[in-house]
């Protein structure tokens, strides 16, 4: 279940115009040649959350968001379209069912050339359809 919502995220995200229009790439993973701005999942883990009938999973996610700017509000815009973005992630899914979506923390840093990083965590509980 795990890497069918990494798939359905990343889907989901893709099709959101005003978010694709003000980034380069939204990928599973860091993208190779894309200049920023960009998107992409970080990391994922997921263990058993399931019940005696149906199978389950609680997947912990990390989405990076990479943009350049001088400004600690650069992206602020950005970060919260991906934030309701994602909260927005219907519950049915293709193999499996979004019992619950919660933000658990956010990170954010300046890095070398003037590149700024967000990291944003959240948890997914899923239930097997």
Request: proline share 4%; charged share 25%; glycine share 4%.
């Amino acid at each position: 279940m795990e890497t069918l919502l990494r798939a359905a995220l990343i889907n989901w995200l893709r099709y959101e115009p005003t978010l694709t229009s003000r980034l380069n790439a939204i990928e599973e993973e860091a993208p190779v040649r894309t200049s920023t701005p960009w998107l992409g999942i970080a990391a994922s883990a997921s263990v058993d959350w399931g019940t005696k009938e149906r199978r389950g999973r609680e997947v912990r996610l990390a989405i990076e968001l990479h943009l350049r700017g001088d400004n600690p509000a650069t992206g602020a815009e950005t970060v919260a379209l991906v934030e309701q973005r994602i909260e927005a992630l219907p519950t049915v899914q293709q193999g499996f069912e979004v019992v619950s979506t919660r933000f658990l923390r956010a990170r954010a840093e300046q890095r070398a050339a003037n590149v700024r990083a967000v990291l944003l965590e959240y948890r997914f509980r899923l239930l097997d359809v």
